[in-house]
């Protein structure tokens, strides 16, 4: 068998047909994608009369952040073996580079200047939020039988995450050479997002087809509006942490998919092998964190668990790339039910 049909042999799912549902994986995306960006609010109007509520978004902020603890899944499974061997140079280099070389980032800048590593991480950030979005979008668009996702729709997704860029960008200007900007850059930000809305509207009318499905529409507003907490809120926490959890609640259930691909048995091993990488590796990630313990070592140490993250977005970008056979195939068995025509 060639290697880059390696995937096939992946059995089709046969788990339970409820998750398998068009409608269920929509409403589980909706919900996803929609509570955060009404929970975060929330909080932040009776944080005072519910303490509660301030715990659960904690909760909620420190299982977000743990989320890149189950991209490992790909070098456990099987069936991802031979594709990482052939990238070895993605998968083992780079992504030792990535951590590595952010120890190093955080030990020549120190603390004082550590803002241009934020800017640099931000931009990567959102463009890997950008990139999900669209992948979300596609498979809706499978989902709902309303096509492909056009080139308007792609680049107002595309101008949404430079928007959010410039609006996130104003909370790193700290000891650089853009300090002072910040207004210069919430007003650039505004002026590229109503470029990007603008496309999207166009879009939606020149896609008639869309409209077969309202559900379509919303979701790409929804994701075209995605980063716009950047320009509501005034501290960075608020402005980042509303899609920061949106995304990452995506990728559970988006990681939950591709590790129960394969029915019987074979999912339910692909599902406790990703329940026990997600979880040695946030222990993991969270000693590493906890500055308590390493004491001098903890800044470079900080430096390690943000180029882990970095190491994430360089192996999702490869991993989710459906433009190549192995990854299509590979995903097309993860979410088969998309991907089959209508009974």
Known sequence: MPPENKASQIPSQDFSPAVQDRNFFICLMLGATVFPFAFVPLTQLMEQRFDSLVNIREVLFLLSSMHIALTPFFYADGAMQEHIHRRRLRYFVATSGCIFGTMLVFLFLGREYINYFFIFYHICLLWHHTRQNYGLLAFIGLATDTGRVSAYERQALYLASYAGIFGLMRFFTKNTIFDGAEGLFKNIGLIVYGISISLFIVSTIKNRSQWSDIRRVFFGALLTLFFLPSFLFTDRISAFSTFALAHALQYFFFMYYVSASGGGTSALRRSI????????????????KDH??????????????????????????????????????????????????KG
């Open 292 to 341: 308590s313990i390493w004491g001098g070592a903890s800044w470079a140490l900080n430096g390690f668990f943000w180029g882990f993250v970095l190491s994430h977005f360089v192996i999702d970008a490869d991993a989710w790339k459906l433009s190549q056979p192995f990854q299509r195939e590979y995903m097309k068995n993860a979410f088969a039910f998309l991907f089959q025509n």
């Open 273 to 288: 092998k990703l329940l026990i990488t997600f979880i040695c590796t946030s222990v993991l990630l969270l000693i590493i």
